[in-house]
Every structure is written in C-alpha cells, then in structure tokens.
C-alpha cells in the first residue's frame, strides 16, 4: 500500500463521526513491511500517572511497548519474550503475568514508579504442602491466567493444559511469598475450556470457566482460598469463551457462543448478567452477530463510566483473515448497543482491537492489513473516541 493511498485512507478517517461520538484520526504505532496480521497483535493500552499513554503489543520475536509523545509514537522498546495475560495495580504495587516463551507463565511485582520488577517468579511452583508442582505434573503449560485482589491479599488463578486444571494462590504481603497452589478442579476432560475469571465480591472469591457443553462453573470461597463451594449452571446458550466484569450488585457477562433469538439459534458476541452470585443468568442480548470458528478468545469487554464497551474481530472469507474490527458501546447497562463504527474508512482488513476506558474516553488499539489475498503492510493502529 502506497504512501497516496494511506494518506487518503487517513484523511477520510479525519475526525469521522459515529453515533453520537467522534473518533480521532487513526495514528500508526508500528507497522511491519510484509509481516501476517497474527504476527503483530495488541496485548494492552495503558495510561500511566502521569497520564502518558502507551501500547503494548507482540510479535513472534518478543514483546514490545512505544510511548506517545509530541512528535508521536516513540520506537518500539522490547519488554521481553513474553505475552502479557493479565495485570492488576493495587496498594501502590503493579503485578504483571506473562507468558514465558517457549512455556510457563511467570509473575512480576514492581513498585508502581519503578521501572524494574522487585520481585520476578516463574510459577507453578510449589502447591500448599511444598510438593513441586512440575514434577507432579511434568506436562504441565499454565496457558490462561488471572489477577484479583482486595484490601489484604492478591489471588491468582491459572488455568493449564495437558493435563488441564483449575489452580489458585495468594499473597499476603504484596507478592513477597505465597501460599502455595491449591487446585479448584483437577484433571478436567480436554474439551474443557477453561479460561479463567477472578474476582472478589463481598468478602468472597469468585473463579469462573466455562464449558463446551454450555456451562458455567463458579468456584466460590468465603476463606480466602482454603475451601470452595462450587456452582453448576445449565445456561440456555453455548459459551465458547467469556469475559466478566463484577460489582458488589452484579456479575456482567460477555461471551462468544450460541444463543436463541427470535426463535432462531445465532453464533455471537452476547451480555448477560446475574445478580444471584452466577445461580441464574438474564436472557442474552445480542451485541454482535458473526460466524462459528471466528476469533473467540481474542475479544475485549470493559466498563467505563455510566458505559460498557466490547471489542471483537469479524473475520473475512477465510477463517484466519480479519474482515473488520468492531468496537461496540451501551450506555444503558447492556440492554441495547451501538456500533461505534471503529473502522469504517480505514482500508484493507482490520482486527484484534484491544480497548481502554479513562472515564467517558475510549482508546483501541488494532491491526490494519492489506485487502484478502494480496500482499502489503501490517500496521498497529490507535484511535480514540470522545463522546
């Protein structure tokens, strides 16, 4: 794609409109020359505290952030051979989990004003009676992973394959010791799909997955991890992947799977809620229509104020090629929503939108590439919306 063509593409993206909105100009953190749409991916948008925004994002070499300044978006810097999977800052520490390549997962703690982790872990390691986890399960690969905490402790879950677990932790002392590992659900089926979610709601842990068979199990511990109750709720719809946001009145879920509408049974992006701790679940409510096999586990759910914002890739002909990246927004507690219209004017495919909320404003970042079937660049884009 030649320079004409970008400046046009930018140009028509120029303060476009969408409902009720604007979106900024469309600004190029990165772009590689001939490099495939899977090979650059946003991981996390970030604003500091000193409001200085920055993106991170990977590749098949390693981990990177660029920073935005005055003349715009800084050289990338590497942060490592890693993938970010989740992170969490509280009492003035930031706690960042990555996934090591070529396997595990390892747990950063760092002060939020220095740069340089003061404690670095790979985990598993240990379970609660000082047994190595690796040598109980040689095989073991922490493939998904989550953070949560509250005013005494930080809790961690993990997820594993080969064999596939549910596994949970704690610090009490900002990340300096743990626990030791203790499983939620041990030796599941492999057509599990277990992707954790974590959090605490009223003084009680709360561990989420889903199943292929249209479950969804919740853990749940009112003693800080030593024992867990479990609940099992046959949903009416397959959840293929979720993401969730908890509150002390409810549990908001946003999953990728089949559901009934209008009679009929539709593959999408729906919400749902329940206010009952997970027992019962509202009726779905479309956000996005799409196909089997698109890029579930790679779609974005986040709350803002007064507003709930989701991000997903429609895929084009071919199931491994990104049509359009969506990023949709309800302003009335997920009862109906509104295309933001993230990407029209931008040309070629765009996917794989990663999303910040700082108050009413909404930063994505995602991938541009060339039109299906030819070859061209593949840039990391941001743009933001103002109401």
Same mark, same amino acid.
């Given at each position: 794609?030649?320079?004409?063509?970008?400046?046009?593409?930018?140009?028509?993206?120029?303060?476009?409109?969408?409902?009720?909105?604007?979106?900024?100009?469309?600004?190029?953190?990165?772009?590689?020359?001939?490099?495939?749409?899977?090979?650059?991916?946003?991981?996390?948008?970030?604003?500091?505290?000193? +409001?200085?925004?920055?993106?991170?994002?990977?590749?098949?070499?390693?981990?990177?952030?660029?920073?935005?300044?005055?003349?715009?978006?800084?050289?990338?810097?590497?942060?490592?051979?890693?993938?970010?999977?989740?992170?969490?800052?509280?009492?003035?520490?930031?706690? !960042?989990?990555?996934?090591?390549?070529?396997?595990?997962? +390892?747990?950063?703690?760092?002060?939020?004003?220095?740069?340089?982790?003061?404690?670095?872990? %790979?985990?598993?390691?240990?379970?609660?009676?000082?047994?190595?986890?690796?040598?109980?399960?040689?095989?073991?690969?922490?493939?998904?992973?989550?953070?949560?905490?509250?005013?005494?402790?930080?809790?961690?879950?993990?997820?594993?394959?080969?064999?596939?677990?549910?596994?949970?932790?704690?610090?009490?002392?900002?990340?300096?010791?743990?626990?030791?590992?203790?499983?939620?659900?041990?030796?599941?089926?492999?057509?599990?799909?277990?992707?954790?979610?974590?959090? !605490?709601?009223?003084?009680?842990?709360?561990?989420?997955?889903?199943? +292929?068979? $249209?479950?969804?199990?919740?853990?749940?511990?009112?003693?800080?991890?030593?024992?867990?109750?479990?609940?099992?709720?046959?949903?009416?719809?397959?959840?293929?992947?979720?993401?969730?946001?908890?509150?002390?009145?409810?549990?908001?879920?946003?999953?990728?799977?089949?559901?009934?509408?209008?009679?009929?049974?539709?593959?999408?992006?729906?919400?749902?809620?329940?206010?009952?701790? $997970?027992?019962?679940?509202?009726?779905?409510?479309?956000?996005?229509?799409?196909?089997?096999?698109?890029?579930?586990?790679?779609?974005?759910?986040?709350?803002?104020?007064?507003?709930? !914002?989701? $991000?997903?890739?429609?895929?084009?002909?071919?199931?491994?090629?990104?049509?359009?990246?969506?990023? %949709?927004?309800?302003?009335?507690?997920?009862?109906?929503?509104?295309?933001?219209?993230?990407?029209?004017?931008?040309?070629?495919?765009?996917?794989?939108?990663?999303?910040?909320?700082?108050?009413?404003?909404?930063?994505?970042?995602?991938?541009? %590439?060339?039109?299906?079937?030819?070859? $061209?660049?593949?840039?990391?884009?941001?743009?933001?919306?103002?109401?």
């Amino acid at each position: 794609m030649g320079f004409a063509s970008v400046l046009m593409g930018v140009v028509a993206c120029l303060g476009q409109e969408s409902p009720s909105g604007r979106w900024s100009a469309p600004e190029v953190v990165h772009q590689e020359a001939q490099g495939r749409w899977t090979e650059v991916y946003p991981m996390k948008v970030r604003r500091g505290s000193s +409001r200085e925004l920055s993106v991170l994002w990977a590749q098949h070499n390693g981990s990177f952030t660029s920073v935005r300044g005055r003349d715009g978006w800084s050289t990338p810097a590497l942060v490592g051979p890693m993938a970010l999977v989740d992170s969490l800052v509280t009492n003035g520490r930031e706690y !960042v989990l990555k996934r090591e390549v070529p396997g595990g997962m +390892r747990l950063e703690v760092k002060k939020s004003e220095n740069p340089e982790p003061e404690i670095s872990v %790979v985990i598993p390691e240990k379970d609660r009676e000082g047994a190595d986890l690796r040598k109980r399960y040689p095989e073991v690969f922490p493939a998904f992973g989550a953070l949560a905490s509250d005013e005494a402790n930080v809790y961690l879950v993990l997820g594993t394959t080969r064999p596939v677990h549910v596994i949970f932790n704690r610090s009490s002392d900002g990340g300096e010791t743990w626990r030791g590992f203790s499983f939620i659900a041990e030796n599941l089926s492999p057509e599990e799909a277990v992707a954790p979610a974590l959090f !605490v709601e009223h003084r009680k842990i709360h561990v989420l997955y889903a199943t +292929r068979d $249209g479950h969804i199990r919740q853990a749940v511990s009112a003693d800080e991890g030593k024992s867990w109750s479990n609940v099992m709720t046959q949903l009416d719809f397959e959840c293929w992947g979720f993401k969730v946001i908890a509150s002390e009145r409810l549990i908001r879920l946003c999953f990728f799977g089949l559901a009934d509408r209008d009679a009929r049974k539709l593959v999408g992006y729906w919400y749902c809620e329940s206010a009952d701790g $997970g027992k019962s679940w509202s009726e779905p409510v479309l956000i996005g229509k799409t196909r089997r096999g698109d890029l579930q586990v790679l779609f974005e759910f986040v709350a803002g104020e007064s507003m709930l !914002v989701a $991000g997903y890739t429609v895929r084009g002909r071919s199931e491994s090629y990104p049509k359009e990246a969506k990023v %949709v927004i309800s302003r009335d507690g997920g009862k109906t929503w509104k295309d933001l219209k993230l990407a029209e004017g931008i040309e070629g495919g765009t996917g794989l939108p990663k999303v910040s909320v700082d108050g009413t404003k909404i930063g994505v970042a995602f991938v541009q %590439v060339a039109e299906e079937g030819r070859s $061209g660049e593949t840039k990391l884009l941001f743009r933001e919306y103002a109401p």
